[in-house]
């Protein structure tokens, strides 16, 4: 290798390009509903009696309509990590409110 120096440096470059060029995906618009209230009102007690990684991919997923992979990507983590959040978090929520789904 004639230049390690250049070559440390380039390889450097390619790296942080990489993570340059990630972007989080933008957060949609909600539009608020007239009329009678659409939440349920012990809920915002029972997400904050989540953790905050199940609290954010919970209200990430199901409140905004962001994918797993998104979701994923801006927590760091990987997609099985978010969706075993989402599950537990949903299961936590579920028992907390006296939900009961049946399938």
Known sequence: MDNPAGYL????RTKARG??????????????PTGESWVEPELPKSLRSLTSKQRAAVV?????GWSYQEVSDLL????????????????????????????
């Not at 990430?60 to 905004?64: I, R």
């Not at 760091?76 to 409110?97: C, K």
């Open 60 to 64: 990430l997923v199901h409140g905004y």
């Open 76 to 103: 760091g983590v990987s997609r099985s990590t978010v969706q075993r959040h989402v599950e537990r978090g949903l299961s936590h929520l579920r028992e907390d409110l006296g939900v009961d789904v049946v399938s």
């Open 19 to 32: 993570r340059l060029g990630r972007k989080t995906p933008p957060l949609p618009e909600v539009q608020q």
């Open 9 to 12: 440096y380039k390889v450097g």
